[in-house]
């Protein structure tokens, strides 16, 4: 068996584009899907993706583990979001002919089931642009609601504002009003997680720790950015009870590890579209398996990554709860067929060979490329702030 061809289809999903990647081989009608969706970087990744296939064409596909290494190692220049994000969905779709190749789910390759479901959370939102101490508390309980509605036994918000490297109390008061209304509608059953997307420093994500605390997360997500110093999360994570977790703009096991040997996150969070895709993946769950660190992988990507997120769930054994987003576009569902149900907030075991989704091409082709800005918040001052 050899891989024939490498391309890419990109479909627009608003706030970001879909980067699916599909692996061809001589074997009649055997084809491989991945996805490759990188924020704001579609065409980079899609070049990247033409540029590896050259080391990959002709060569066996069954061969993952050589071919992640060739492809990982033979540019030299290792790393960095676009080219982890193009391997990441060349590694999915070449497991997804392995696993069709011998007629088994994607989960079965990769050890069989390490549970029997899995648990998955609901992206509500939170925190917009439109206003830095806007009231969004009717509308963070009204998805909390709808959430709920739906079967789901977790959530995520975004509970913190644009954050200044020091904030006085009207910023800590707008984060405790959301959340008090995110557990007022959830309730005690209900975990939720508070993602902060690393909007803040240090010494602000201790100040937001205490008022949340009361609320009790099940963690908090990203306190700092990635280019942050290990020390800095650490020194969070010893000033609150909230479990930290971070991780989706990591995108190697190397980078955890300084994380890991800090002691500075309780959940790790590797991106399956950027981290080496499932080989690097399940590299990371098992460093991170060492430290007793269990993983919730990040995911706020296509219908793909949700399934090949789904399968590496069920495998891996240190899997804690798997995101999802179901609110982006509707056409979804039209786009990749085979995506499994959600029902009462899990996921059962999918049976189809491989990933086990197939891509409609005249869906995809009636929603194509669409260029998108990233979002650009500034503080009052007019100073760049993350966002």
């Known amino acids: 068996m050899k891989i024939t061809d490498i391309r890419t289809t990109l479909v627009n999903a608003r706030l970001r584009n879909w980067v699916f990647v599909q692996v061809e081989t001589d074997v009649p009608g055997l084809v491989g899907i991945g996805e490759a969706t990188l924020e704001f970087q579609s065409r980079a990744v899609a070049t990247a993706v033409g540029e590896l296939a050259g080391l990959l064409i002709g060569r066996d596909p069954r061969d993952r583990t ?15 979001p676009v080219t982890m994000s193009a391997l990441s969905g060349i590694d999915q779709a070449l497991h997804d002919i392995v696993a069709k190749d011998l007629g088994i789910p994607l989960w079965r390759l ?14 509500v939102g939170g925190g917009d642009s439109t206003a830095v101490y806007g009231d969004l508390t009717d509308s963070i309980a009204e998805r909390v609601h709808h959430s709920r509605a739906d079967g789901f036994t977790a959530i995520k918000i975004l509970a913190v504002p644009r954050s200044r490297p020091v904030e006085g109390l009207p910023a800590l ?9 995110a557990r007022a509608a959830a309730g005690d059953e209900v975990d939720i997680m508070v993602d902060l997307h690393g909007r803040t420093t240090a010494a602000m994500a201790i100040q937001y720790a205490r008022v949340l605390e009361p ?15 290990a020390s800095e999360m650490a020194r969070v994570a010893r ?12 995108v190697h096991r190397g980078e955890f590890l300084p994380l890991l040997s800090a002691g500075a996150i309780s959940v790790a ?6 981290a080496g895709g499932i080989t690097e ?30 399968h590496v769930g069920l495998a891996l054994p240190n899997f804690l709860v798997q995101e999802v987003m179901r609110a982006d576009v ?16 899990h996921v059962d075991p999918p049976t189809a060979p491989g990933i086990g989704v197939e891509i409609d091409e005249a869906a995809a082709a009636r929603h194509p490329f669409s260029h998108h800005e990233p979002v650009q918040w500034v503080h009052e001052d007019g100073g760049v702030a993350e966002w």
Do not use: S
Not at 66 to 80: H, N, Q, S, T, V
Not at 283 to 306: D, E, F, K, Q, S
């Open 281 to 310: 993946t399940m590299r990371i769950g098992a460093l991170c398996g060492t430290y007793g660190v269990p993983l919730a992988p990040h995911n706020p990507l296509g219908p793909v990554a949700t399934m090949v997120n789904i």
């Open 215 to 229: 609320f009790t997360p099940m963690f908090l997500e990203e306190v700092v950015g990635p280019e942050i110093p």
């Open 269 to 274: 969070q590797p991106d399956l579209c950027h």
């Open 239 to 250: 000033a609150t009870t909230i479990p930290l977790a971070a991780g989706e703009r990591l």
């Open 110 to 123: 990769l050890g069989g089931l390490a549970r029997d479901r899995v648990r998955m959370y609901d992206h």
């Open 330 to 345: 509707p056409w979804r569902d039209e786009v990749i067929m085979g995506v499994a149900p959600i029902i009462d907030g």
């Open 173 to 181: 008061r707008w984060a405790e009003r959301v959340m008090a209304a």
């Open 66 to 80: 050589r071919l992640w290494e060739a492809a990982y190692r033979y540019p030299f220049f290792k790393g960095g």
